[in-house]
């Protein structure tokens, strides 16, 4: 299809070297129409899984609509539940093709609400992000103790024990994770981070 449209072969382009995805602004400057993109997904040959940008599903359509989703909020780390999987963390539940992307973004930040993201406001230092899979991603630690904030006291235990089991973590981290595990009763717990709903 590609070869006989060069604006779709350029923006193919673009998508291989991001993980399968692109913007819609890249994806115009390519050459191609809002008519052609819609078309594209009409026909199921893009996904749209966030508003402004497209996964070529010939990639691993999940790192692509995580990298969609980082394309389009760019000051955004992929956070809670997204992360896990990025992490490979065990016991999670099975992942949906419309699942949506958990963004954290930085308090105060100004963003409309956007089909297909979850997004979570807090502060985040250096040493709570990393690449997992080349995508911008809290570590594990800091994903960790999010699904610790939002989960239940025993999801919260196995996550730890499959943490120390996988040595997802580090030993120091994982004493400090449990320690606060135990001191704070489950109805106490506080939620470090607020999703946007």
Same mark, same amino acid.
């Given at each position: 299809m +590609?070869?006989?449209d060069p604006a779709?072969a350029?923006? %193919?382009?673009?998508?291989?070297?991001q993980?399968?995805?692109l913007?819609?602004?890249?994806?115009r400057?390519?050459?191609l129409t809002?008519?052609?993109l819609?078309?594209l997904?009409?026909?199921?040959?893009?996904?749209n899984p /966030?508003?402004?940008g497209?996964v070529v599903? #010939?990639?691993?359509?999940?790192?692509?609509?995580c990298?969609?989703a980082? %394309?389009?909020?760019?000051?955004a #780390?992929?956070?809670?539940?997204?992360a896990?999987? %990025?992490h490979?963390?065990? #016991?999670?539940?099975p992942?949906?093709?419309?699942?949506p992307?958990h963004?954290?973004l @930085?308090?105060?930040? +100004?963003?409309r609400?956007?089909?297909?993201?979850v997004l979570?406001?807090?502060a985040? +230092? $250096?040493?709570?992000?990393?690449q997992?899979h080349g995508?911008r991603?809290t570590?594990?630690?800091?994903t960790? /103790?999010?699904?610790?904030?939002?989960?239940?006291?025993d999801t919260?235990?196995? %996550?730890l024990?499959?943490?120390a089991?996988?040595?997802?973590?580090a030993?120091?981290e994982l004493?400090?994770?449990?320690g $606060?595990l135990?001191?704070?009763?489950?109805a106490t717990? @506080?939620? @470090? /981070?607020?999703?946007d709903?």
């Amino acid at each position: 299809m +590609s070869r006989h449209d060069p604006a779709l072969a350029r923006a %193919l382009a673009v998508a291989c070297r991001q993980k399968g995805a692109l913007t819609r602004v890249q994806a115009r400057c390519a050459g191609l129409t809002d008519h052609r993109l819609h078309q594209l997904v009409q026909n199921e040959d893009w996904l749209n899984p /966030v508003q402004g940008g497209y996964v070529v599903p #010939t990639c691993d359509t999940y790192l692509g609509r995580c990298q969609a989703a980082l %394309l389009v909020l760019p000051c955004a #780390t992929l956070c809670g539940l997204t992360a896990a999987r %990025l992490h490979e963390f065990p #016991t999670l539940p099975p992942c949906s093709d419309d699942e949506p992307i958990h963004l954290l973004l @930085p308090p105060g930040s +100004s963003r409309r609400r956007n089909k297909g993201v979850v997004l979570w406001y807090d502060a985040m +230092s $250096a040493e709570q992000q990393e690449q997992v899979h080349g995508l911008r991603a809290t570590s594990a630690a800091r994903t960790l /103790v999010d699904l610790l904030a939002s989960g239940s006291r025993d999801t919260a235990a196995s %996550l730890l024990d499959h943490a120390a089991e996988g040595g997802l973590v580090a030993p120091e981290e994982l004493d400090e994770l449990r320690g $606060a595990l135990d001191t704070q009763p489950e109805a106490t717990r @506080p939620d @470090p /981070v607020r999703p946007d709903t």
